[in-house]
């Protein structure tokens, strides 16, 4: 029979209630968004780089970068272990992702070898646990040579671009930009578009900066012998370091990190109570705060270097012990280098460091000139299916374009809270306006055929929603897979145009079944006709 179950009734108008209440905020101005009630939805579809404009920038990551430090890492751990067990080694170096030593006694190259193959660097076993990180290799003459294997160069490759993403996407929410679009590029880069930004040199500022952050004591004496030397070197487990400009000193620290940035929790702008200048405050957890505790309470008396990218933002001189897990900053800073240093250091070290080797500003002209054109499309394709579905059902057609609006309305609360919209989005929702009267082509006809072979009013419309499901749901499940393949394969504009016409599809295919249905059964039960024409 022709009816529809009370509980799918009541489905269909609360969804289609929901939908109107969340798409509603699209068509108001911002002052009267601003001024709706705490309980109704206030946001509207947030548009993508090409409509309102803003930055895109391509950054590449340093893999070699990161290989090198791995390798020096690992070099200065073959070398203390080796050192611990009382071996003897010479020509201990390391080149991009090699090691090599030479053992000098050869009695004990066999322990040398065994110590080295069951060395693990901390810093590789935390990205890949378990993974076999070096090949072994026994040249003569008590050389050994360590070589990155192929399989571990390929996992922590994948690990830090995905690394870098996440950091690359907290700097930027800090920035308090919103809805921006970050996606990695195997192998080695990261795409980065923010809407609404105009100016893309702050980006870069807060990008192109690793924030290594690490808290070493101050090599006083070697300082002292600096100062008159200014060409002298650093003497080894030291090194010299330039203090953050407009200061030209350099002073010379130790190389052992007391705190690193990993033990920061927070970091916010505030000024120095002695000379009123803007600061960075500093906020440990307990780790963190036990071990700064320890060394400012052991070093009394002495002065300590906060370190950041291989530059000394401040030296200061210990007083008294801080027990807090707190601290502060200061230096030559202002109120906007204040802010992006904190922005750095609550959003965590790079893993490596990122260059920029592409970067455009779209202006917000262009963004309105597609915003304009789609709306006119829109339109245009909208009001000519309306047109067309009226002169060839009549009632029924109308039917359909109340269907389709609502179909509009239902995408865009969808597209509202869950994506970003582009021009190829509006391109599929005009392609999805087009696609939504199908379904009901489909119906309509069915019915008219069911009437041409003898069928009644009311068993005609029946057979013909009942005959005409299997062939939507063909018909949708195919184009969905198309709209799926779409956004997995493709990238950027091609996976806007996914988007849209994946939930455009869902939408349709709600409408055209549920809504469609409910309408016609509303209208029989009210108007009670005796003939159908359609």
């Not at 269907?403 to 869950?418: F, G, R």
């Not at 008219?448 to 018909?475: H, P, V």
Request: hydrophobic share 45%; proline share 5%.
């Amino acid at each position: 029979m022709l009816q529809v179950p009370a509980w799918l009734r009541w489905f269909t108008l609360l969804l289609v209630a929901a939908g109107l209440i969340v798409a509603l905020p699209n068509v108001l101005p911002e002052n009267l968004r601003a001024r709706l009630p705490s309980w109704m939805p206030n946001q509207a579809v947030n548009l993508g780089l090409d409509l309102q404009g803003g930055s895109y920038l391509l950054l590449e990551v340093d893999l070699p970068a990161v290989q090198r430090d791995r390798a020096e890492s690992l070099m200065g751990d073959v070398g203390a272990a080796l050192r611990r067990a009382g071996i003897a080694i010479s020509g201990l170096e390391s080149t991009a992702d090699t090691v090599r030593v030479t053992i000098n006694d050869m009695a004990r190259y066999d322990e040398s070898k065994r110590l080295i193959q069951e060395l693990n660097p901390t810093m590789a076993t935390a990205l890949v646990p378990g993974s076999r990180q070096n090949d072994v290799a026994e040249p003569g003459n008590g050389r050994i040579i360590l070589t990155q294997t192929k399989s571990y160069a390929d996992q922590t490759r994948q690990q830090i671009l995905q690394q870098s993403v996440e950091v690359v996407r907290r700097r930027i929410d800090e920035l308090g930009t919103r809805e921006p679009s970050i996606a990695p590029q195997l192998p080695d880069r990261i795409v980065v578009e923010v809407p609404g930004l105009q100016n893309p040199a702050e980006l870069k500022e807060i990008l192109g900066k690793t924030a290594k952050m690490t808290i070493h004591l101050v090599d006083e004496t070697a300082e002292a012998e600096l100062m008159s030397n200014p060409n002298m070197r650093a003497p080894i487990g030291s090194e010299i370091l330039p203090l953050m400009p407009p200061d030209t000193r350099k002073t010379v620290i130790r190389r052992r990190v007391i705190v690193t940035g990993e033990r920061l929790v927070d970091a916010g702008v505030g000024f120095d109570q002695r000379s009123g200048q803007p600061a960075v405050t500093t906020r440990f957890d307990n780790v963190g705060a036990r071990q700064f505790a320890d060394m400012t309470r052991d070093n009394v008396g002495r002065r300590f270097a906060i370190v950041l990218d291989g530059q000394v933002l401040s030296d200061p001189r210990i007083n008294e012990p801080i027990l807090g897990g707190t601290g502060q900053i200061s230096g030559s800073f202002t109120t906007q280098t204040a802010t992006q240093l904190s922005v750095l250091l609550r959003a965590g070290a790079l893993p490596a460091p990122l260059h920029v080797i592409q970067e455009s500003t779209v202006g917000a002209e262009l963004g309105a000139d597609s915003i304009s054109s789609g709306r006119w499309a829109a339109i245009g394709g909208l009001g000519l299916v309306a047109l067309f579905m009226v002169l060839r059902y009549g009632l029924f057609g109308i039917f359909a374009n109340v269907a389709l609006a609502l179909n509009l309305i239902l995408l865009l609360a969808a597209l509202t809270p869950l994506a970003t919209l582009t021009l190829p989005g509006i391109a599929g929702i005009v392609l999805t306006l087009g696609m939504a009267v199908d379904a009901n082509v489909l119906i309509f006809e069915r019915i008219r055929e069911e009437q041409r072979n003898g069928r009644g009013m009311l068993a005609s419309i029946d057979q013909g929603f009942r005959r005409a499901r299997d062939t939507i749901i063909d018909a949708n499940m195919t184009h969905l897979i198309a709209a799926l393949i779409l956004f997995e394969l493709g990238s950027g504009p091609v996976r806007g145009f996914a988007v849209a016409l994946g939930f455009g599809i869902a939408t349709s295919f709600f409408t055209s079944v549920s809504v469609t249905r409910l309408i016609v059964v509303t209208w029989l039960n009210i108007w009670r006709p005796k003939v159908l024409k359609i």
